[in-house]
């Protein structure tokens, strides 16, 4: 069977699958950004993202990665004076560092190895000391498939005054995040994880405290310009048309399913994941306390690369999973289940990976993952 | 008749018209960005690209508006020591301008009136002085429908030694810009008008000299990091996979005509467009030695404000102008006639004008500008 990207079974880590309808929104013949017609679809989007975010507020939409959006959070708001922490336990946190580091002068890092949480202990014992103007984290490190638990740490970030600036690309609308409850200031969201719609937009909330902490960034990136032409139902810079209409519709998909109702399925979609890597015998890459439920990150099986394992998913049953990112390429496999991932992608998916192991002799109980899946379904 | 998207009349200044067989390329499922399949799409535009900028070189995909290219380039290239020589006659130079002073501490910038040409002796006045290590204009100005001369400047910049940096956002693909010739060191081209893909990633082509010079700009917009990834077929951040598409398809279009024949199309259109303005008794807002080829700015009919004049074009006709920007708000129209525009566009155009014209009796000569139209058709 040859790799067909219109039938396959999607379940990367994101960018996730996106719904026909999704899709067919982006069909849509040229609009006049500057016109009536196309302010109504940012106003439509506006009315929307609260959906989103689970909360009002302040909200960005830039035409750009993740990164972007990223850029824009870290380059407007990390104090130039006072001391910046940033808190990493897998690859996007150290992307993190890498960006705060290019717009605050004193950072402390904070590391746990890829796959381990940051002691809280010890991001407390930095906050106690008084002079932390802003926190970094990543909230859902997909690299590793560990979500960080913000509800530990919230509530000294929110003691000691300073700006709660999240990484939430993966985590808006596949893992709880109550902003306001957390006091997190900024968040940024990706289109393409748990909204499901295609990559390329970035979506920031922002904290009455976080506008008025802003600081010019870069020219692009300028969080004000962008809440000031939003202010208009306008965007500063030519947006990207398509990825509008698709982020409306995708919107008004999460709006009708409800974000509980996306949280909750995601949440049971990792726990017959979970199970059924267990009945498979393999392990969890990250503790799995941490295990995060948009992503499952899991160990090869003992003997097996990615040629052995993950290409054959791909290449014999038309399934997609991903690998590893840097060091753990070829170590570890990762099943996306966030967005619009459902039970029938995992049914498929478990089956090809037991016929693969009991090929290959290593699989110790027939049956058994497909049958933790089953048990799990609503 | 109510103004309809899908049908309308589609000639402002940018984003241009879609080709359907664009349009549809945006409806393929979700395709893992780090995957073969994807990685071959990214080596077939990097093959295309070159149909587009009409050279070979280093090119790169910037997931992002226009201006996230133009801060890539003048991030990554405006020099730190050394004088920066900064032309402007229009909004677009002004924002060329805004950009370059957060990036280069010495910058002397030469202004013209809005629509009028920067004169070239004043240019070669300050290259002669010797210390000018980079030049920075837009090519195309779409905000006054203006084109600024190049040839006539090229050549002294090339002598200067200083490093040749354009605009080339509504240029590339709509009007002649040979970049060997002209010894010009990067361009940004935007996707969403000669080129008629959809609008949100910029293009770049830069020399062996630009690349030479690259220092790192933002983290999202560091031309280094995306050449060293392109090389792999790859991207540094997340690519807006759609987009991504709809480029590809846009060049394999482009190639199928061929440049020279869009280019030579365009300037028909505007010589077309240019002549029946003149035969309506109106006036071109640009000195028309300067007037663009892919976009025709008209000062707006005596006596009619936008509400008479270009709203009843939209509302009445289905037909999309665009109104001035600033200052001319409300002052001139401009139609934009690049990318796939065609004849019948400028017909439908043309034949409104004169009725609405007709209409409120200040048409000169009925008939003439449609003629104008027809005598200048293949």
């Known amino acids: 069977m040859t790799f067909d990207p219109e039938t396959t079974t999607f379940l990367i880590a994101g960018p996730v699958r996106i719904h026909p309808r999704v899709l067919r929104a982006m069909s849509m013949p040229s609009l006049n950004h500057r016109g009536d017609y196309f302010h109504g679809i940012v106003t439509e989007i506006r009315e929307l993202l609260p959906v989103l975010f689970g909360t009002k507020g302040h909200q960005v939409i830039i035409t750009g990665s993740g990164t972007a959006g990223l850029e824009a959070m870290y380059s407007s708001l990390v104090p130039k004076d006072g001391r910046t922490l940033v808190l990493t336990n897998g690859n996007f946190g150290d992307r993190t560092n890498s960006i705060v580091r290019r717009y605050a002068t004193n950072v402390t890092t904070l590391s746990a190895p890829w796959g381990q949480a940051v002691p809280s202990v010890a991001v407390k014992a930095e906050l106690a000391k008084g002079d932390v103007k802003a926190v970094c984290l990543v909230h859902n490190e997909t690299s590793v498939g560990l979500a960080n638990d913000l509800a530990l740490i919230a509530p000294a970030v929110k003691a000691s005054g300073a700006l709660f600036l999240v990484d939430g690309i993966s985590a808006v609308a596949g893992i709880p995040l109550p902003i306001e409850e957390w006091g997190v200031d900024a968040v940024v969201a990706g289109s393409q994880k748990g909204l499901a719609a295609p990559a390329g937009l970035a979506l920031v909330h922002l904290s009455d405290r976080a506008v ?167």
Chains 1, 2 share one sequence.
């Open 212 to 378: 008025a902490a802003l600081h010019p960034g870069t020219f692009y990136l300028d969080l004000a310009a962008h809440l000031k032409s939003l202010e208009k139902n306008d965007t500063p810079w030519t947006p990207a048309v398509p990825l509008f209409l698709a982020l409306r519709e995708a919107l008004l998909l999460l709006k009708e399913e409800g974000l509980d109702h996306r949280l909750e399925k995601t949440h049971r979609l990792a726990e017959a994941s979970r199970a059924a890597v267990r009945a498979l015998g393999l392990e969890l890459f990250p503790d799995p306390r941490y295990a995060s439920d948009t992503v499952t990150a899991v160990k090869n099986p003992p003997g097996m690369g990615d040629p052995e394992f993950r290409k054959v998913l791909e290449r014999q049953y038309n399934i997609l999973l991903q690998g590893g990112q840097a060091a753990l390429a070829g170590k570890i496999f990762r099943i996306g289940h966030m967005g619009i991932a459902d039970w029938p992608d995992l049914l498929v998916t478990f089956a090809a990976i037991e016929r693969i192991l009991s090929r290959a002799g290593k699989l110790p109980a027939p049956g058994q993952a497909l049958r933790e899946v089953v048990d799990r379904m609503p």
